[in-house]
């Protein structure tokens, strides 16, 4: 079957393989020369695609949850969108959270991922008390920040290269509303914007949506949005009905479109500098999740997202020179997001450092993969790195270079014979 | 609120209708073969739901033991929903008796047999609903299928009676005609995506159609139209046709 992911770049011919159980997983793992786990498609690029696939999003249960100490144990096909559905209303929801809820719990912990508050409450692998890996032998190993700790510290942002995570026991939080009071400060440049996230650090959660496009000293012009989570009681969520896309755009540039939204938010709705407001869920954590397939409007060639990190020293000059850089190539961005992250974690290649994050959307076209190029000079001149979730076309040298503990995953990978067995497309071409 | 008994809820459509149904409250009744089979299942939906579900063995084709099955129901269950179903192997079944006769009796007989009991008990009762879920395959013979087609055809036709029988007690029945579903039992064909529905999206249409009483559900809905086409393709036509 031709399998694709969130970016619609690459299509992959590739093998589908479906598991009963665990026995029947284990042959198919010993069977296949090359494997990867696939959860629900919505990395970016190929870190799901390969020649053979194992799909664990059908491996879906739930197990058990402690009412008492909010610990869920769920299979690794589970939805986070599940997750919501069954415990907002019972006043639960994710530690965590990325900005789509419709991925799976394995593909959380495979790409360690974090969210608007990370700051406060790190990487996906925070909440998570255990899970069970299955190596290439067959075996499988409970693993946990306790027990069998390497293979916690690699399979959490390994993007499925040390094996299939079957099911994990998470930690949910406490929540009293299902309602964030959202405030929202415009900032006229890149430093007012830095002040801004320094100022409001304590806030539980923390992004922006930064124009790209604009120049001199209006560089770094944002909308910074903060909140927390309200405490009036009211749990009463249902999912959000989908708008749906229903074919590909033609492709045309989205630039002239992207730039009026945020004019119209800019200028026009947010008509204070600072205006506070009570947001839902799904408006507040999720908001492209209810347009369906929104990925379609990029037209059928698909598109990707450019994510990468600067440490807190270097960010503010890297971001200027990357924003310049952008702004000149006039392929400005449907969607950019800056946000300031916390302390990084020891796991081997987890992306999230203390510093700041921008990440844009770019159509893929002629040209792009140019002014990607250039891009990643800059960044590894600021010693940052790029987000794997998110990438597609990266190379070797300039993935490596971001992060230096990517010699002791490889080590691991050799010791428990994981290279041979598990391999995406994305691995092959940065040589994990 | 109280029980929806779901009939070969091993399926892939009977689990995700089943998710459906304690999704929006309802306790279940899951019966099945081997229903021990079901347990971690019944765990899911207990966890995601906190709905009681209750697994409960029966073979569709031992007749003799349906009174009894659904005597010993202490709650009797507020709507019934069966998702039986064998497709068999047309050819094998041309040639071997046994084999039509086991898609026959799973796919109409043996439903029969056990929806009886439970219209005769809905219509006393003066509530209930009754959902089968038939085939577009029961709307036109086709030689690829036609052993399981004619059975469920004459499940359609069955149910049709029924809904008129039961109307005056207010007992509504629904019958359901699935296109293609990404199944167990379609893993290995090669189905056209956008005419494919996956489960639970089945099961969201069964449970908006029945909330709603309506009396015939094609799902996806396009195979309305593709059916309207099939049966009125004229039969000189028909028979020389491989689809
Ligand atoms: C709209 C949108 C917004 C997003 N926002 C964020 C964000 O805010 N923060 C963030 O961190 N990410 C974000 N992402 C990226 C997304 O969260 C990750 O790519 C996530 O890993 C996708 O999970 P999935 O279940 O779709 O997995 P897939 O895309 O199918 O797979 C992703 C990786 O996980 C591995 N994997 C999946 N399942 C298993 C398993 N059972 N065992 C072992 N490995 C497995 C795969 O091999 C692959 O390497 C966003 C994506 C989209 C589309």
Redesign the pocket.
């Known amino acids: 079957m031709s399998l694709k ?2 970016g619609g770049y690459p299509i992959s011919k590739s093998i589908e393989f479906k598991f009963e159980n665990n026995d029947s997983l284990k042959s198919i793992i010993l069977e296949q020369e090359s494997v ?9 690029g190929d ?2 695609l390969s020649n053979n696939i ?1 799909n ?2 059908p ?1 879906d249960h739930f197990i058990s949850f402690n009412e008492e100490q909010g610990l869920l144990h769920v299979q ?2 589970v ?1 986070l969108s599940d997750i919501l559905n069954s415990f907002v209303p019972r006043g639960w929801f994710l530690k965590v ?4 809820k ?15 508050n990370h700051h406060i409450a790190g ?2 692998s925070e909440s998570v008390e255990s899970f069970r ?1 299955m190596l290439p032998d067959g075996q499988i190993v409970e693993c946990s920040k306790l027990e069998n700790t390497e293979l916690f510290k690699a ?1 959490c942002g ?9 099911d994990a026991t998470i930690q949910l939080k406490r929540i009293n509303s299902q309602y964030i009071n959202q405030t929202t400060i415009k900032t006229k440049n890149l430093k007012e914007t830095f002040d801004t996230f320094e100022k409001y650090k304590s806030s539980e959660y923390s992004v922006a949506w930064i124009d790209c496009l604009a120049t001199n000293d209006d560089i770094g012009k944002s909308l910074v949005m903060a909140g927390e989570f309200g405490n009036d009681g009211k749990l009463g969520y249902k999912s959000k009905k989908k708008l749906t896309i229903p074919f590909n755009f033609p492709s045309f540039s989205l630039n002239k479109w992207t730039v009026k939204i945020f004019n119209w938010l800019y200028y026009g709705k947010v008509k204070n500098t600072t205006s506070k407001q009570p947001v839902d869920i799904d408006s507040f954590f ?1 908001p ?2 209810s347009i369906g397939d ?2 379609k409007i990029y037209g059928k060639n698909g598109f990707t ?1 450019y ?1 990468f990190i600067l440490p807190m020293a270097s960010s503010y000059d890297g971001l200027i020179e990357i924003l310049q850089t952008i702004s000149k190539s006039g392929k400005g961005s449907f969607l950019a ?1 800056l946000k300031l992250y916390g302390k990084a974690n020891d796991n081997y290649i987890s ?2 450092m203390e510093g700041y994050s921008l ?1 844009l959307d770019f159509k893929i076209e002629k040209g792009l993969f140019d002014l990607l190029d250039e891009l990643d000079q800059i960044v590894v001149k600021y010693k940052g790195r790029i ?4 990438d597609v076309r990266v190379s070797k040298a300039i993935f490596e270079q971001g992060y230096p503990n990517i010699d002791k995953f490889r080590e691991l990978r050799k010791t428990y014979k994981m290279n041979d067995k ?1 391999n ?1 497309l ?2 092959k071409r940065v040589g994990i | 609120m109280s029980y929806v008994l779901i009939l070969g809820a091993k399926s892939d459509i009977a689990k995700a209708v089943a998710r459906k149904y304690a999704e929006n409250g309802y306790d279940l009744y899951l019966v099945a073969r081997n229903s021990n089979e079901l347990e971690a299942f019944a765990q899911d939906i207990t966890v995601r739901s906190q709905k009681a579900v209750k697994l409960i063995d029966l073979d569709i084709l031992d007749y003799d033991s349906h009174q009894s099955f659904y005597d010993q129901l202490k709650e009797k269950p507020l709507g019934v929903i069966s998702a039986i179903g064998y497709l068999g192997e047309q050819e094998k079944a041309q040639a071997d008796f046994n084999e039509a006769k086991k898609i026959i009796d799973t796919n109409y007989t043996g439903i029969v047999s056990l929806f009886n009991i439970i219209a005769n008990d809905f219509e006393k009762r003066k509530s209930g609903f009754i959902v089968g879920i038939s085939s577009v395959a029961g709307d036109r013979g086709r030689k690829s299928n036609y052993l399981y087609g004619s059975a469920k055809a004459a499940f359609t036709a069955y149910l049709s009676g029924l809904r008129n029988r039961l109307y005056d007690a207010q007992v509504h029945v629904m019958t359901v005609k699935p296109g293609f579903v990404a199944t167990k039992m379609t893993a290995d064909m090669d189905l056209q995506e956008k005419l494919t529905a996956q489960p639970d999206e089945v099961a969201e249409d069964i449970y908006k159609a029945q909330q709603k009483n309506k009396n015939v559900l094609y799902t996806k809905w396009v195979w309305r139209w593709v059916m309207l086409i099939i049966r009125n393709t004229p039969e000189f036509q028909f028979k020389k046709m491989s689809i």
């Not at chain 1, 959270?97 to 789509?100: A, D, F, I, M, R």
């Not at chain 1, 987000?387 to 998110?390: E, I, P």
């Open positions: 992911s969130w990867i786990a696939r959860g629900n498609g919505r990395s970016y870190s799901a194992i664990a999003k491996h690794s096909g939805l959270t990325p900005g789509t419709l991925i799976t719990v394995g593909g959380a912990i495979a790409s360690d991922v974090h969210g608007k990487c996906f890996l399979s390994g993007m499925g290269l040390t094996g299939v995570i079957l999720y492209l999740d929104w990925n997202q994510q997001v992306f999230p990440a987000y794997l979730a998110k598990f995406s994305q691995s």
